[in-house]
């Protein structure tokens, strides 16, 4: 049986750059010890990369979050500079993501556990509000039987509250929140 560890956009956009808040700051090292130890116990590791074009003032989520950020190639869209190292070792997948939740992380999780069975998808991330819940319960949703859980420590929201919120919101959809 194999374990995940899915990292959710540990970008500098989200962390200190446009979209930045003092609680992604402080997650840094508490995501990166928790990376470091996936990897020491044999678990695979998956990084999302939330990746838009210069054309993103124009899409749907560009009009309603109207701030550019994770322009591909740009530095706002690469990995934390304290992650990026690791998630650039041997085994480490990133899957770069145009929207909130990845269809392409879900079908490639449902892909590996016909291959081996998953006992257990982790998430940790930015933000736990959007992303990190958006592809919780996509993972949920191709893999029911699949214990899924976020640890809350390792994630942060747009705001205090709003993490909160979306840890409840997990929890009463059946993924366990440490």
Not at 73 to 81: A, F, K, L, P, Y
Request: net charge negative; proline share 3%.
């Amino acid at each position: 049986m194999q374990k995940f560890l899915i990292v959710v956009d540990m970008q500098k956009d989200f962390i200190d750059g446009t979209l930045g808040t003092a609680e992604a700051v402080k997650i840094v090292p508490a995501v990166k010890a928790r990376i470091e130890k996936a990897i020491s116990e044999g678990e695979k590791v998956v990084f999302t990369r939330d990746t838009h074009q210069e054309d993103y003032l124009s899409t749907q989520e560009g009009k309603n979050l109207p701030v550019v950020h994770c322009i591909e190639n740009t530095d706002g869209w690469q990995i934390s500079s304290e992650l990026r190292a690791l998630s650039e070792m041997k085994g480490v997948k990133v899957i770069n993501k145009p929207t909130f939740g990845s269809r392409v992380l879900a079908e490639y999780l449902a892909a590996e556990n016909e291959i081996e069975e998953i006992s257990e998808i982790t998430l940790i991330g930015l933000c736990t509000d959007i992303c990190v819940i958006s592809n919780a319960m996509m993972i949920k949703a191709f893999l029911t039987e699949v214990p899924v859980k976020v640890v809350a420590d390792c994630c942060a929201g747009v705001t205090p509250e709003s993490h909160d919120n979306a840890l409840k919101a997990m929890t009463m959809c059946q993924i366990a929140v440490e």
